[in-house]
């Protein structure tokens, strides 16, 4: 099994910034996979970012690409989203998951509680 809890979410003005952090526990060994998804009220789970954590290799969402970026450190077990130039319509609850691959975001089968991330202008 594996666990994951984020943390760092909050509100912010338009153009600001904020790192998501995701602590991950358990048995990892078939994880090869981080992602960050949200959810923003009255909408689908999208998938934002993720990471093939072996390769290094990240994807992004059309709409956050060049804003923000996933990353990990492998001395914390942790996983960060840092988002910049943030914008009103990434209000969301930001959920930090893990799969055993990133092909799809289908895939994810182990979830962190959510954090919320509110965007005003």
């Known amino acids: 099994q594996v666990q994951l809890v984020e943390s760092g979410g909050g509100s912010v003005q338009a153009g600001g910034s904020l790192r998501l952090s995701c602590v991950v526990s358990g048995n990892t060994h078939s994880v090869n996979c981080m992602g960050w998804l949200r959810q923003a009220p009255g909408k689908e789970r999208e998938g934002v970012a993720a990471m093939q954590t072996g390769a290094g290799t990240t994807f992004y969402a059309d709409s956050v690409r060049g804003r923000f970026t996933i990353s990990q450190d492998n001395t914390k077990n942790t996983v960060y989203l840092q988002m910049n130039s943030l914008k009103p319509e990434d209000t969301a609850m930001y959920y930090c998951?893990?799969?055993?691959?990133?092909?799809?975001?289908?895939?994810?089968?182990?979830w962190g509680q959510g954090t919320e991330v509110t965007v005003s202008s």
């Open positions: 998951a893990a799969a055993f691959d990133c092909q799809t975001n289908l895939n994810y089968k182990y």
